[in-house]
């Protein structure tokens, strides 16, 4: 068949993606080579390697594993050559796709970590794959891979949030009593917090925009860590900010505290653990635009992600909301409109904060 006239473009992108692309087929070799050439597959004949089944039969696992990294086309395949070259790059810690559409096809798509079998293939074989791909075209292989790693950031994302407002609240609740305050949340505000971080962060993630510059990283290993390194400082900065400012209000260092406190206020400790669960809540608000980005563009494609937008946004209504009108519910006091503003303007300091993070990251 000629080779489509999408297939080279998605050859180099894949290529780019960190993912090697080997033509397994029954044709013989200079068929096989040919198409591989138009298709980009085969670029440096003195380096990719071009084996054939009966060369491949003759070589043992070991041999094999060294010839994997240039190997690009293997005529004369038989099914099960498939499935030798699924398990070998399995034993080499590699993540391998595999597609077919025969019924011989069906060993080596269940042995595979994806199996993409045909749309016009058999239904032994699409019952044995992960995936069907109904138009049997490679560049929705592509669209797969771009998906998966659109929605494997989002979840980054989101264990991000999650996990900086978890070590946030229990930081406070260690350190509180230390300090002399047994109860830095109410229960309700404590649900509050969890409502937020949970079921509210999982729609405002879950909706962000598919980029194709996901396709020029480097896919992950099998053996990574689901938290990276950048995860891990995004996490680590953010908690320590969010608990370092909420012992500076409730410990009145610098009299932030009393300089927000109006003279002659009733309950002067409500009124200052409601300022500090203002920052609190304020600074979780922001730092989900630092999680949603690792560039320094924060509203970068924002408007691709109206749930993001919308979820926000009504958090910081409800937020304002609940602190003013929230009393013996809530556990809180009125705010005048300076104590807002300060606990808003403390808040957003998180954000150049996190700026400093990224840059240093990226040295």
Avoid at 313 to 341: D, E, P, R, Y
Wanted: proline share 3%.
């Amino acid at each position: 068949d000629d080779v489509r006239t999408d297939a080279v473009e998605t050859v180099e992108i894949l290529a780019d993606a960190g993912i090697q692309v080997v033509m397994v087929t029954g044709d013989g070799e200079e068929t096989a080579v040919a198409i591989a050439k138009e298709a980009g597959i085969l670029k440096d004949e003195g380096k990719d390697v071009v084996l054939s089944h009966e060369q491949l039969e003759e070589m043992s696992d070991e041999e094999l594993k060294k010839a994997l990294p240039d190997l690009r086309v293997v005529s004369r395949a038989k099914p099960l050559d498939k499935k030798r070259l699924v398990s070998v790059s399995q034993q080499l810690d590699h993540v391998c796709g595999m597609t077919g559409d025969g019924v011989n096809d069906a060993p080596a798509l269940k042995q595979a970590d994806i199996g993409f079998a045909m749309g016009d293939g058999t239904a032994v074989a699409q019952e044995a794959g992960d995936v069907v791909i109904l138009n049997n075209s490679l560049t929705s292989i592509k669209d797969c891979v771009l998906n998966s790693r659109t929605m494997s950031r989002s979840v980054g994302k989101f264990l991000i949030f999650q996990l900086t407002v978890n070590i946030s609240t229990l930081l406070m609740n260690i350190i509180a009593p230390v300090l002399g305050w047994t109860e830095p949340f109410s229960i309700v505000q404590i649900l509050w917090i969890n409502l937020i971080m949970d079921t509210l962060a999982a729609m405002a993630f879950g909706g962000e925009p598919i980029l194709d510059r996901y396709m020029k990283n480097p896919p992950a290993k099998r053996t990574d860590n689901i938290l990276t390194g950048y995860m891990k400082s995004a996490i680590g900065t953010s908690s320590v900010f969010i608990t370092l400012g909420s012992i500076l209000i409730l410990e009145d260092i610098g009299g932030i505290t009393s300089f927000v406190t109006p003279a002659g206020c009733a309950d002067p400790g409500l009124y200052e653990k409601t300022f500090m669960f203002a920052f609190f809540i304020y600074s979780i608000i922001f730092n989900s635009l630092n999680t949603r980005s690792e560039r320094f563009n924060l509203f970068e494609h924002i408007g691709e992600n109206r749930n993001f937008v919308l979820v926000m946004g009504l958090v910081f209504v409800l937020q304002t909301i609940m602190i003013q009108v929230g009393g013996t519910v809530f556990s809180t006091t009125t705010l005048n409109a300076k104590a807002l503003l300060v606990s808003m303007a403390l808040a957003l300091l998180i954000i150049p904060v996190d700026l400093i993070r990224k840059a240093v990251m990226r040295k």
